[in-house]
């Protein structure tokens, strides 16, 4: 049974920086596009950034120079490496991943890592 699952969110003081994981198990074949999201209470989920399977690499205007994405496709593990942290960038941060496993192709969520930034 695939899964994914986050780690590295909790609080740090404006400035400041995190490092976000994403690991994906179960029969992973192929690990293909990932993307990291970010919802604030109430409202949609807003792509932050996404890697596909050559490496390249999408960022939200408001992350760019700030947020690193990176992949280690021999862990299945995609890194989320966030810089110069503000309190805007709270919110519960979610890693979505293409997946084959077997004959099924399909993208899955992890359940959330809540980053919080004090001023």
């Known amino acids: 049974q695939v899964q994914l699952v986050e780690s590295g969110g909790g609080l740090v003081q404006a400035g400041g920086s995190l490092r976000l994981s994403c690991a994906a198990s179960g029969g992973i074949m192929d690990l293909n596009t990932v993307g990291w999201y970010r919802q604030p209470p109430g409202k949609q989920r807003d792509l932050v950034a996404r890697?596909?399977?050559?490496?390249?690499?999408t960022y939200a205007d408001s992350v760019k120079g700030r947020f690193t994405i990176s992949r280690d496709n021999a862990k299945n593990t995609v890194y989320l490496r966030m810089n110069s942290l503000k309190p805007e960038d709270t919110d519960v941060y979610y890693c979505n991943a293409n997946i084959r496993a077997g004959s099924v192709v399909r993208n899955y969520w992890g359940q959330g890592t809540q980053v919080t930034v004090s001023s």
């Open positions: 890697i596909d399977t050559g490496g390249s690499k």
